[in-house]
Structures are given as C-alpha cells and as structure tokens.
C-alpha cells in the first residue's frame, strides 16, 4: 500500500485509528479535510501556495488574530442567524435581536449602581452622548439589579486593552440597573472601527479586495437573574458603513434614533453641560432556560 492515489490517501487519513477518539470531532475533521482536498485539487494548489498559507496561520495565531478573521468571514453572523432559527424553532419568545460580540470583549470591567460616566478620562472627545432605558422582560417587565457590560472603541476607532495607548477598561463599564431596571451614561458618539493595517487580517482583506470597516456601534453584554444573556450591539444612523458592514453584523432593530438635546436638566449628575445627543433604549431579554444562558460570559470563557 506505499502507492496511493488522492482517494486512497484522503480514506486513510479519515479511517486510521488505534483508539475511539471523539465521534465528532473524527467526522468533523474527515470533512474539513476532505473539502480541503479536494479544493487543493480543483485550484491546482501549488506546494509555494500551500506553505505560504500555513505561514499565514501561524502569523495570524501569533498575533492574536484568529478571533478577528472570522468575523470577516461571515461566521460570527452565522452563529447568530443560528441561534436565532433554533428560537424560531424552539418558539422561544424573542428578546432584543442578538448581535454578534466581536473579538475584542474584556470581561470585569468596573462595576457602577444606575448610571456610570463611560467617558471618564475621555472628555471632550467626541459629541456628548447619553444611552438611557431600561432593562425588561419579553412580557414588558422592568428587571431590577440587571448588568448592562458596555464598551466601544475610543476616537480613534481602537479598543482598550488591545490598544497599548489607552488605560485599562477605559471606554468599558457595567452598569447595574435600579429597581426599575433602569441604566444610563454618558459618552460620545463613537466613530467606526477599520481592522488593523499591516497585519495578517488586512493582507487577506486586501488579497480579497474588501475593505475591513465597521460602521460606528456600542456593544453590549446585558444579564438578569433568570434572564437569558444578551450580546447586542446598537448601531449609529448615518455612517457610511451602515449597509456595508465587513463584519456583517447590522440588524434592523438596533440602528437607534438620535435625538439633540439642548438642556442638561435633569443630567447634571452625569456631568453634562451642553447640548448633547440622547439614545433611548430598551432591552429585552428572554428567559433563561438554565444557569448558563443565564451567565453572562464571553465566548471564550463560554467555550472554555
Ligand atoms: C471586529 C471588530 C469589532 O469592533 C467588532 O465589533 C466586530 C468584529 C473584528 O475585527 O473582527
Ligand atoms: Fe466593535
């Protein structure tokens, strides 16, 4: 058996094994490595092309990476149309939409009662803004002593701690809400984020001739007891990149209304003394159906 045709190799590779293994894991991989085959030999992939995409790998693993190429690729949108068809199916009653989280969530950012400066270090960046709502059930009932984790990306489009210019959780808080499940901030309008340039993630994009750019968005990650744990975004209107998100991660529900506001009353413990833009915003969370929908954990930290 030392000569073997591109059947015969791809059977041996998916068949040996001296031990169980894990069942899915073995067919998952058999049809990974089948698929790969196989566009090896449609594309007439040369050993020069092989090689320098295993090189790309590890530079994109080595830096970190990983976690920012597939959004990309349309496979964190797809966890999330997942997750929302087994609701359909499950006729879960349904929440805020979901959003996809990104790469770039740090769990443990300071917490506050009721309302927080977001900005605090960053004043005068951008145009004054204040979120305010509410945290409520699918039936409209306010959840008290819910946990409203926020973060965005500073002035110029980076996100602390990925950014060695920024100190620790700035930009990132949480909130608990008040007995009428009510939360607010204060911040500024945050622009859009565009992937790092010179980096494994940008030679793909620029391989693929897209661009890397998300519109301007405030991430969210809201829990309550018994409550189902919402990653969301809300997306500002108006920005360029609304309908051409390279993260592909926009929906309809949670572009949000701006409205000026020319008075401070009423915000004076947030700081705010000129006009500014106000957010309203609710968001509903479905019901837990265990203790760890209800947890609220990054992806990572849910995978591990
Ligand atoms: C990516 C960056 C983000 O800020 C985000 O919200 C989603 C994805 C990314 O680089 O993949
Ligand atoms: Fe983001």
């Known amino acids: 058996m030392s000569e073997l045709d591109i059947h015969q190799l791809l059977d041996l590779v998916n068949t040996r094994q001296v031990e169980p293994g894990d069942e899915r894991v073995r067919a998952i991989t058999a049809r990974i490595v089948g698929d790969l085959f196989q566009t090896i030999d449609e594309f007439d992939v040369n050993p020069d092309e092989f090689w320098a995409a295993t090189k ?96 965005h990306c500073n002035e110029l489009g980076r ?5 060695p210019d ?29 992937i790092p340039p010179n980096s494994p993630v940008s030679e793909l994009f620029s391989l693929l001739g897209r661009h890397g750019n998300r519109p301007a968005h405030v991430h969210f990650l809201v829990s309550g007891a018994g409550k189902r744990a919402l990653t969301t975004q809300i997306n500002i209107p108006g920005d360029t990149f609304l ?18 506001v020319q008075s401070a009353a009423g915000y004076e413990s947030l700081g705010v003394d ?30 591990a």
């Open 56 to 151: 790309w790998l590890t530079r994109l693993g080595q830096a970190d990476m990983i976690g920012l190429i597939t959004a990309g690729l349309g496979f964190d949108r797809l966890l999330d149309i997942r997750e929302d068809e087994a609701d359909r199916a499950a006729r879960r009653a349904l929440g805020t939409p979901r959003a996809i989280e990104g790469p770039l969530y740090i769990a443990g950012a300071p917490l506050h009662q009721h309302e927080v400066k977001l900005d605090e270090g960053n004043e005068g960046k951008g145009q004054p803004l204040v979120m305010e709502g509410r945290v409520l059930d699918v039936h409209g009932n306010p959840v008290a002593n819910a946990l409203v984790d926020v973060w």
């Open 159 to 163: 996100y602390s701690h990925f950014d």
């Open 166 to 194: 920024q100190p620790d959780y700035n930009l990132r808080r949480r909130i608990q809400t008040n007995a009428e499940g009510a939360y607010r901030f204060r911040s500024f309008l945050p622009p859009g984020y565009a």
């Open 243 to 260: 309908d051409d998100d390279f993260a592909f991660a926009t929906r309809d529900g949670l572009v949000v209304a701006l409205e000026p």
């Open 274 to 303: 000129r006009p500014f833009t106000r957010v309203r915003f609710d968001f509903r969370l479905q019901d837990a159906l265990s203790e760890d929908e209800a947890t609220p954990a990054s992806r990572y930290d849910r995978a």
